[in-house]
């Protein structure tokens, strides 16, 4: 491939790190089912399980975090200065982040109506359930992780 190329894997790779936006929406979708159910029920918890739901938007914003990083790792004025070697890590960021998230995205659209559930029978489990909810998130948090330090490694 001529180098020229590789910018363009690099920048289809920034556009496949969007996915993690898709992987958001599974836990988000099911978990607002719950909380139309639960809040027409008790309206008082409402930002209780605000709270369950912003952990599915995180999931998006950390996709969105690396695109931007390696938005940022392009320089289209100097494209001979983006290797082969770039593209191919850009390519296991891209990979590592959908995976992570996705990971925390099934266990989110599990998690999140159960949890909005319980707490509508008892509020006092909101912490507890957070702990849970939290052990799901660190999944994409991880693969968030891993993606910086790769992407460190592009000049």
Not at 62 to 89: E, R
Not at 94 to 110: E, H, P, R
Request: net charge negative; aromatic share 10%.
């Amino acid at each position: 491939m001529v180098f020229e190329n590789w910018i363009i894997v690099g920048i289809l790779s920034i556009a496949g790190t969007m996915l993690t936006i898709l992987g958001a929406g599974i836990p988000l979708a099911k978990g607002i089912q719950a909380a139309a159910a639960a809040v027409a029920e008790k309206q008082r918890l409402n930002i209780f399980i605000l709270i369950y739901l912003a952990l599915a938007e995180a999931l998006a914003i950390y996709g969105l975090l690396i695109a931007f990083v390696m938005f940022t790792k392009i320089d289209v004025n100097n494209p001979s200065s983006f290797s082969q070697t770039d593209a191919f890590i850009f390519l296991a960021a891209m990979f590592i982040m959908i995976v992570s998230n996705l990971g925390a995205a099934i266990t989110l659209a599990k998690g999140e109506p159960a949890a909005i559930g319980s707490i509508t029978a008892n509020s006092e489990v909101f912490t507890n359930n957070l702990i849970y909810l939290g052990l799901g998130e660190a999944l994409a948090i991880y693969g968030l992780l891993i993606a910086f330090i790769l992407l460190n490694l592009v000049t």
